[in-house]
């Protein structure tokens, strides 16, 4: 089945540590995008890629970085993780059709110690 | 600009009721809309989808949807809930090739 698959499911970071989330899909979508969720709110879109042009949200902090080295994958490198930080990071995939729907990965659950 | 408001934050409710969670948008262009589902610790599932055509759209799950663009509305509805729909269920809203705008979600708790 296509999907999109985030590895991994659970990180545990320490302040401060830089640490990579990875996220893939098999959609062959060209829009990939980040999500940062934090508990009982919406997810908040970081980023997203348009095939290989970035496009950065207003307020994603610059700790926040991404790399998308092929169609079918992307990375969230967060340089300096803090305490606030901690949250589900959630991945997704999106074809150019005009209604933009998205599928989503299964998130990644990250912990800064 | 767009927007989504999902009014309740919580809706309890008892198996095998029916239940309604409302969502409300606001565009100034034509819209798309979406329901989410995500289950604890688990990424956003397509529940259903309104794009264009009839009003009432039909998901996965036994949910049902439908567009009001008078009312500028989406509610969403299933008939006899289970308690494997515990969850978060967002609204959200797409206007061509903008991102989507995420509701802040409903906790739906069905207790039996």
């Known amino acids: 089945d296509a999907m999109v698959i985030q590895n991994p499911r659970y990180q545990v970071t320490q302040f401060g540590k830089p640490v990579t989330l990875s996220c893939s899909q098999t959609?062959?979508?060209?829009?990939m995008y980040w999500y940062q969720q934090k508990s009982s709110q919406a997810p908040k879109l970081l980023f997203h890629?348009?095939?290989?042009?970035?496009?950065n949200e207003a307020d994603t902090p610059d700790n926040f970085q991404s790399r998308r080295p092929n169609t079918s994958f992307c990375f969230l490198d967060i340089r300096s993780p803090g305490l606030g930080d901690a949250a589900m990071y959630l991945c997704?995939?999106?074809?150019?059709?005009?209604?933009?729907?998205?599928?989503f990965g299964p998130g990644t659950r990250l912990t800064v110690l | 600009a767009q927007s989504v408001t999902q009014l309740d934050s919580q809706v309890p409710v008892f198996e095998e009721a029916p239940v309604e969670l409302r969502c409300n948008y606001s565009?100034?262009?034509?819209?798309?809309l979406f329901w989410y589902v995500q289950y604890p610790n688990q990424g956003l599932q397509l529940l259903l989808k309104?794009?264009?055509?009839?009003?009432l759209v039909k998901g996965i799950n036994g949910f049902e949807a439908e567009f009001n663009k008078s009312q500028t509305s989406f509610h969403l509805r299933k008939p006899s809930v289970h308690i494997s729909d515990t969850a978060e269920y967002f609204c959200?809203?797409?206007?061509?090739?903008?991102?989507?705008?995420f509701g802040k979600g409903t906790m739906l708790l069905v207790s039996p």
């Open positions: 997704a995939a999106g074809g150019t059709s005009s209604y933009n729907e998205q599928f």
């Open positions: 959609l062959n979508h060209n829009v």
């Open positions: 890629y348009y095939d290989k042009d970035f496009n």
């Open positions: 565009s100034s262009v034509s819209v798309y």
């Open positions: 309104y794009l264009s055509g009839s009003t």
């Open positions: 959200a809203v797409s206007s061509g090739y903008s991102t989507l705008t």
